[in-house]
């Protein structure tokens, strides 16, 4: 059984439209190495311009054979280049009863 993935990329400064295709290449490249379900992804922006991307892993052993897929640490090495990783808790919208965010258009 799968399981979901809420993921937070805070964008280095001036890297915010290189992360958003790094966002957009992330399934896919999951997808050919069979890493996540066939569920669509989502992501969305909070107001402090940090993305938050929902994902669904195939399982935890998918989860763990993505730190030494070749494919993968390449992509995450992207993903170095123009952010940093964040936490829920550390988002302005979390202490919201229902937060909302701006939705982002991912590949199909």
């Not at 958003?20 to 190495?33: A, E, G, K, N, T």
């Not at 054979?65 to 123009?82: G, M, T």
Request: hydrophobic share 40%; proline share 8%; net charge negative.
């Amino acid at each position: 059984m799968g399981f979901f993935v809420i993921a937070t990329y805070r964008p280095k400064p001036g890297k915010a439209e290189q992360l958003l295709q790094v966002v957009r290449d992330h399934l896919p490249i999951l997808r050919v190495q069979k890493l996540v379900t066939d569920r669509p992804a989502y992501a969305m922006r909070a107001s402090d311009g940090t993305i938050l991307e929902v994902f669904e892993w195939k399982s935890k052993e998918a989860g763990d054979q993505a730190h030494s897929n070749p494919e993968v640490l390449k992509l995450w090495k992207r993903f170095d280049e123009c952010c940093t990783y964040g936490r829920l808790a550390e988002l302005p919208e979390i202490n919201e009863m229902f937060p909302h965010f701006e939705p982002i258009e991912l590949p199909a």
